[in-house]
């Protein structure tokens, strides 16, 4: 999934106004996980590239990696 969410979107974390991130994989399956899942890909410029997610059988995430960074 390729994700590019600006610093100032990351800010509503954390003020806590936002819990989750939707976004849309590459082949069309809209995925929701919680935003803190990110927290260890921010940057000062928000969070940007491909990441791989994982889910578990019950369809939870079991886990988020970043496989490349912007260019």
Same mark, same amino acid.
């Given at each position: ?13 954390? #003020? ?13 399956? %809209?995925? #929701? ?5 990110? #927290?260890?890909?921010? /940057? ?10 994982? =889910?578990?059988?019950?369809? #939870? ?5 970043? %496989? /490349? =960074?912007? %260019?």
């Amino acid at each position: 999934m390729d994700l590019a969410i600006p610093a100032a979107a990351l800010l509503r974390l954390y #003020r806590g106004e936002v819990r989750e991130v939707v976004a849309r994989a590459r082949d069309g399956r %809209v995925l #929701r996980f919680p935003v803190a899942a990110l #927290r260890p890909f921010v /940057s000062r410029d928000g969070v940007h590239g491909r990441f791989r997610i994982r =889910c578990d059988a019950g369809q #939870r995430l079991a886990g988020i990696e970043r %496989v /490349s =960074c912007p %260019v």
